[in-house]
């Protein structure tokens, strides 16, 4: 959603800041904005709504240069999508520009409390909290420094922010502040950085200093001050974040999802051995972890979208390896309607992002109820991840396509080596996961199979479905979001048995209909079910596995052991879903109204 850049000490900052946009794009964005000082009391202002593209072009129009300043990409909340809406939202004369991510919920209480005098120009909560600072430190004769914390602290306590405030009076200094929402002070030598996330800042350094809920800080160009909710000022030592900066760059690829979908292979060796010692052992998972999740009767796994799907799996992994009762819900859903818990609950919160604020409003709730919980999520340092009791990495590179590929991936192999770390059982998961990785290659080099199939089958088409049994089912969920969010083709994917309960009446002549069929025990019952469609005019496009074909399956996948075969299954959905996206003329990697990172609930 929305993404945070400033920068301090350069001899010229708008091109870090425009580039340091550019690389906040994959997290969904309707408009972006630049404010750059000139060091001499006076700046630049340019906004713009669409494409990062498109601010680019007006500031280099405005000629823009100047040492400091911030830029801001926004995913709209409060107000519609406008130049007037965008971000850096400034004070009534000019004095104060701030840029914010998250929401606000007092503002209109605020508004109508403190600002009944002041004309607005947008219909942000951002204003309100920039107009606010503005009075402060008119009215009240307060430094800008106070008079944010003022502002911050007249914030509900419910609201999220990441603020970056700029004032004219002191053009070199960024003042920061965050609570529930990510924002990182990047520091090197040739000046200081502030972000809601490292990729966009990699060129500048890679060691970040991680700001706490309430921290308020001042960054100068050869200086940083760290301020806790208290007021104190407090010393927190930078990491080194060991990201390749040229992970984040699509290479050659026209588009980061197949560039993402193509990685899943390396992803799986990597991941397993992170996970797994040369004897085949799993490591890296702490007696913390092990010893919490022994002593539970039930497991909730909780996450949104993708994650949740991949949860889905999960669950049979710790149900046969760890013998443990699971529950996958759904965070939105569990935040506010808790169903009754076991006596002993161990909760997992599996994220890409780390973000979300659905799932941080459940660890929320059960932090204070007091249970333990353990995030599982690909981006290591997040709020998820820094908040529950353990963290386990996955391992997946950071993945910038809005839609989710390899993050699943890497969230059904890590829940299955989790789980498998309890198993009394002969099963070599490490030597199976290795031929997982061989096979998904396998299935990846196979492109011009899924391109025609997706050409041919999906062509035109406004409705899909994707059935399955089993985890077959699991894995037809995600198949139609794969489908649905990209190529807007709407796509049902369900249990197949609950056809004919209701949903075969929508098949029509022609419907595409996809069946998964890897698992043997329920084969038989999932051909019968694609005869019923297909006697209704649907037209089937089975993708099965080597000892389940028959003649005439679309697709047969590579076997391995039924309970991994999502892992493969996956595949020919995720690059059906691609080549049905490139069909239709559409951005692949950036699909309307979507953010990779869901930070508002
Ligand atoms: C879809 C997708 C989303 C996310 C969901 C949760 O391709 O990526 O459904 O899975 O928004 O996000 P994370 O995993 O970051 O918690």
Known sequence: M???????????????????????EYRGYDSAGVYVSDGFNGG???????RVSALVKKAEAAHVHGTAGIA????????????????????????FYLVHNGVIENYQELKDRYLSGVTFHSQTDTEVAVQLVDKFAKEDGLSAFDAFR????????????????MDRENPDTLLAAKKK?????????????????????LDVTQDFIELHDGDVAVVKPKQVEIFDAQGQAVEREPFHLDIDPTETDKGAYPYYMLKEIDEQAVVARKISQYYFDDD?????????????????????????????????????????????????HVSSEF??????????????????????????????????????????ANVVNSTLTREADFALPLLAGPEIAVASTKAYTAQVIVQAILAYSFADTDFNLKQELAKVAVEVSAITDEKETFKEIADTVLHNQRSAFYIGRGLDAAVALEAALKLKEISYVQTEGFAAGELKHGTISLIEEGTPVFALLTQSKTAGLLRGEVAQVAARGANTVIISSESLARPGDAYVLPEVDELLMPLLA????????????????????????????????
């Open 2 to 24: 929305c993404g945070i850049v400033g920068i301090t000490g350069v001899d010229d900052a708008l091109p870090y800041l425009l580039r340091g946009l550019g690389k906040l």
């Open 44 to 50: 630049y202002l340019v906004k713009e709504k669409g």
């Open 72 to 95: 801001h990409t926004r995913w709209a909340t409060h107000g519609g999508v406008s130049v007037a809406n965008a971000h850096p939202q400034q004070s009534a004369d000019g004095r």
């Open 150 to 165: 003022k502002m911050i602290s007249l914030l509900d306590g419910n609201s999220a922010y990441g603020f970056l405030l």
């Open 181 to 201: 929402s990510p924002l990182l002070i990047g520091v090197s030598d040739h000046g200081n950085v502030v972000t809601s996330d490292a990729a966009a800042m």
């Open 280 to 328: 085949g052992r799993v490591q890296n998972i702490s007696c913390a972890i092990s010893d919490a999740i022994r002593a539970a009767d039930r497991i909730y796994i909780v996450a949104a979208g993708t994650s949740f799907h991949a949860g889905l799996v999960g669950q049979r992994y710790f149900e046969k390896w760890a013998k443990i009762p699971t529950e996958v």
């Open 335 to 376: 935040a506010y309607d808790q169903p009754m818990l076991s006596e002993h609950p161990f909760f997992i919160f599996l994220s890409q992002s780390g973000e979300t604020a659905d799932s941080r409003e459940v660890l929320d709730n059960i932090k204070r109820q007091g249970y333990p919980t353990l995030t599982i």
């Open 570 to 601: 996956v595949i020919p959905a995720q690059l059906i879903a691609y080549y049905a996206t490139l069909d239709r003329g559409l951005d692949v990697d950036r699909p309307r109204n979507l953010a990779k990172s869901v930070t508002v609930q």
